[in-house]
């Protein structure tokens, strides 16, 4: 099926020919104005947040990428959407946003158009335990060390540099779907969807869940 749809593909392109000079004039136009739209404002927030506190985070829908900041003691928040919007409506995206004593806590609404284009970055100290929860997207965790209960409804959930011997018990479950372990090297069950547990001599507990994706443990670094 797919060498058929290429040679339909090919053969539509044959069939057209070559652009006209006042067609490849509007084409570049056209491209020009694409290079030249502004870029989509940035939304940037930061904390005080010290080592060894916790992360509450909710969001519908999008990228979140959670890593490790420059700053170890400081929680950011940015959000780059992929279309304009103004500051007062990207503001409103942000539903919370707090440092209280050791817990700091980030609820974002996203709009739902946005699915494929929006990005989260949350920069937090490297140890910072976390409870994560994202409806729809991927969810990418980079090394930053501590108990962490994540769950993603449909998508995908990726942490990388992991080290298993942090950990003294971990759980991966995927409703439909399936669990990509090259850390763990974890026994799995199930059919439809995947299970793995086990555990080690660490001091931390991972409880991974997706609904309907994946859950990927990688000991290589993530591009974010």
């Not at 290429?6 to 694409?34: E, W």
């Not at 990228?63 to 103004?86: F, G, K, N, W, Y």
């Not at 069950?189 to 994946?214: Q, R």
Request: glycine fraction near 8%; charged fraction near 20%.
């Amino acid at each position: 099926m797919k060498i058929i749809r290429l040679s339909i593909i090919a053969f539509l392109c044959m069939s057209a020919g070559p652009l006209l000079p006042a067609q490849q004039t509007a084409a570049d136009s056209q491209q020009r104005q694409k290079l030249d739209l502004p870029k989509a404002p940035t939304l940037e927030m930061w904390r005080d947040f010290a080592p060894g506190g916790t992360l509450l985070l909710d969001v519908n829908v999008g990228e979140v990428d959670i890593v490790p900041s420059p700053d170890d003691h400081a929680l950011r928040l940015v959000i780059q959407p992929d279309r304009q919007h103004s500051q007062n409506e990207l503001q409103d995206m942000v539903k919370q946003f707090d440092v209280r004593g050791g817990a700091a806590s980030i609820r974002l609404k996203l709009p739902h158009k946005d699915h494929n284009g929006a990005k989260v970055t949350i920069y937090v100290p490297t140890e910072t335990a976390m409870t994560a929860s994202l409806d729809a997207g991927e969810l990418k965790i980079g090394a930053v060390r501590g108990d962490k209960r994540l769950h993603v409804g449909v998508g995908e959930l990726n942490i990388s540099q992991m080290v298993a011997a942090d950990y003294y018990k971990m759980e991966a479950n995927c409703g439909i779907g399936d669990v990509s372990d090259s850390v763990f090297n974890s026994r799995q069950s199930g059919w439809l969807g995947k299970s793995a547990k086990t555990s080690g001599p660490g001091k931390y507990s991972l409880k991974a869940h997706v609904g309907v994706g994946e859950v990927v443990f990688s000991q290589d670094a993530a591009r974010l």
